[in-house]
């Protein structure tokens, strides 16, 4: 056995090895490399057979590629010139552009509403989400009857900032714009509500809200110009692990449709022959076929020869999915005709609810039976390394916190020591993609959604069992991250624990199912939630789920409950079958 940790990017390859380091998102189309800028990875042959000798060389090659990407920043800054905002440029357009403006929210809030519609599984969500559509629209209607400018007035200003639109707040520009504003308001409503209601929802219902850019097919655009222009918009809906999930599934459909390809020239047959290489495709088709060794093609042919798995009708959607939201956004802005992608999509066998489920009682007994659980605080107390303690605590504490707290396991994986504080008495937890400093890109803290980013008190149930203590501890020894052990793989903070919790603590205690994974304990929190019944946006923030509705637009989130009405409501999370006095430490913590 190897002694020497593997570097992250160290491959075997025939008697040899090979080092591969991704290019930074924000440095691809500008990093040079043999003479390319359009690589995305690296690969360098580190000519030598000695596993020692590799690893050696990969940490290097690490540290000199680390300094290159910086250089390559600095230089990239430079050329970057500065954005100038016009003073009121506001009042310098006319009534066509500011219903064209008006237009650019009304497209992004819907783009949200079709990804929220998406994601209700189970009946009862979708009638709650319904329900919300039709008072946002209610409200819209009569604020807009009432010509009531206060109603869009904060969240106009806003939108106008992002645009990098200036404004005067009292000229009659910015009443015109607010004015127009609700009616896209009444226009996004109506649209969303069709859409929850399954109808087929037009393009528009507003005529004022047609999109009247020309069409020229002369200058057609590929789609990969397309898909960049996207992309960008989608940044500020997304976020970063989305955005680059969304990216991944576009440049796989770019290559089946092949270089170069025009929007102009797409139509049903090349639609449906994507479609028919993409169901062919071998799952992690880039681990087992890398891109500098074969096209997707080739990979599509040797999986085929060879009988790999392809991938399953649930990734296949997805594909189709971000397939379908860049065309529907192609066609908003008259890059192409029609979008040829209503027949793509494959009826899968089971719900969305019913793909993951939460513990049973039964199960969750076993899993905080383990050593890992029972005998930490032994161990805490024990003559063990601080680096075999760290790894305790992380084992121990981290499905705690998921299933009385409800975060998602690259939230908890991530803290910072710092991310906790006492607010009148209450310890809690921020969530956040704030942090003092980090190493590279790798080491930066991610969030889910924007929805992600919030503030919770820390259960009771986690304090009886000392969490408090430990976070004490952590500050006394001057430590960063709440969690030492946990390093990010590839930008993922939780992949090693994701790893070492389903391949060790499920097996181990008898609760591994294709149905149950880590994320089973937000599925559990989530029904806690049910049982309390808690208020769904409440009980959305708690959680971090994106909360539906216009509504949800206006106010800042955290500031909408008190620190104890936060308390109250997550100490009503209960899981009544489930005893685990038997974690507590001999001197509980009051």
């Not at 409200?139 to 009857?145: G, K, P, Q, S, T």
């Not at 192609?330 to 992608?341: G, L, P, T």
């Not at 719900?351 to 199960?363: G, H, I, N, V, Y």
Request: proline share 3%.
């Amino acid at each position: 056995m190897n002694e020497m940790a593997k570097p992250i990017g160290l491959m075997p390859r025939g008697n040899g090895f090979t080092f591969r380091i991704h290019v930074p998102k924000d440095l691809q189309g500008h990093f040079e490399y043999n003479g390319s800028k359009t690589i995305k990875d690296i690969w360098v042959t580190l000519e030598t057979s000695d596993y020692k000798s590799a690893c050696s060389k990969a940490i290097l090659k690490a540290a000199e590629f680390e300094k290159r990407f910086e250089d390559a920043r600095i230089q990239l800054k430079k050329k970057s010139a500065p954005i100038t905002v016009t003073a009121d440029l506001l009042s310098t357009l006319s009534d066509s552009q500011l219903y064209v403006l008006a237009r650019g929210w009304v497209e992004k809030i819907d783009a949200a509403h079709e990804k929220a519609i998406l994601e209700q599984g189970r009946p009862e969500d979708l009638e709650l989400h319904i329900l919300d559509l039709k008072i946002d629209l209610s409200e819209a209607e009569i604020a807009y009857a009432e010509d009531n400018l206060s109603y869009v007035s904060k969240i106009a200003k806003k939108y106008l900032l992002e645009q990098e639109i200036g404004f005067e707040e009292s000229s009659p520009a910015f009443k015109k714009f607010c004015r127009i504003f609700l009616e896209g308001m009444v226009e996004e409503a109506q649209k969303a509500l069709k859409r929850g209601m399954g109808e087929v929802t037009p393009e528009y219902i507003n005529p004022k809200f047609k999109p009247t850019e020309p069409l020229s097919l002369t200058t057609s655009k590929t789609f990969d110009e397309v898909k960049e222009m996207y992309l960008t918009f989608k940044q500020d809906i997304l976020s970063e692990k989305r955005l680059n999930e969304t990216r991944a599934m576009l440049d796989i459909i770019s290559e089946l449709f092949g270089k170069g390809f025009r929007m102009s020239n797409l139509d049903a047959e090349k639609s449906d022959k994507m479609a028919a290489l993409l169901k062919k495709m071998p799952s992690n088709v880039r681990k087992k076929y890398p891109e500098n060794q074969f096209t997707l093609i080739e990979a599509i042919d040797r999986g085929k020869k060879s009988g790999a798995k392809t991938i399953s009708v649930s990734s296949y959607n997805k594909y189709i999915s971000a397939f379908s939201g860049m065309m529907q956004w192609a066609r908003r802005r008259k890059y192409v005709e029609d979008i040829f992608v209503e027949d793509l999509r494959v009826r899968e066998d089971v719900r969305q609810a019913e793909k993951k489920l939460p513990f049973s009682d039964e199960q969750l007994k076993s899993i905080f039976r383990l050593d890992e659980f029972v005998r930490y605080h032994e161990l805490k107390t024990s003559s063990k390394s601080n680096s075999s303690k760290d790894k305790a605590d992380e084992k121990f504490w981290v499905s705690l916190i998921a299933l009385f707290m409800g975060m998602r396991l690259g939230e908890i994986c991530q803290l910072d020591v710092n991310d906790l504080e006492e607010q009148d008495g209450i310890l809690v937890i921020k969530i956040t993609e704030n942090m003092e400093d980090y190493e590279n890109e790798e080491n930066k803290k991610r969030l889910k959604t924007r929805g992600s980013n919030r503030t919770i008190p820390v259960h009771p149930e986690l304090i009886k069992i000392g969490f408090k203590t430990f976070w004490q501890n952590q500050k006394k020894r001057n430590a960063k991250k709440l969690f030492p052990s946990v390093k990010p793989v590839n930008g993922s903070w939780s992949h090693k624990h994701s790893g070492w919790f389903s391949e060790k603590c499920l097996p181990k205690a008898k609760a591994k199912t294709a149905k149950h994974t880590f994320h089973s304990f937000r599925h559990n929190f989530r029904n806690a939630e049910r049982r309390a019944e808690l208020p769904k946006e409440l009980a959305d923030f708690l959680g971090g789920w994106k909360t539906d509705g216009v509504s949800s637009s206006y106010g800042d989130m955290n500031s909408a409950y008190s620190t104890k009405q936060l308390y109250d409501a997550i100490s009503k999370i209960k899981y009544e079958g489930l005893d685990l006095s038997h974690l507590y430490p001999k001197h509980r913590e009051r």
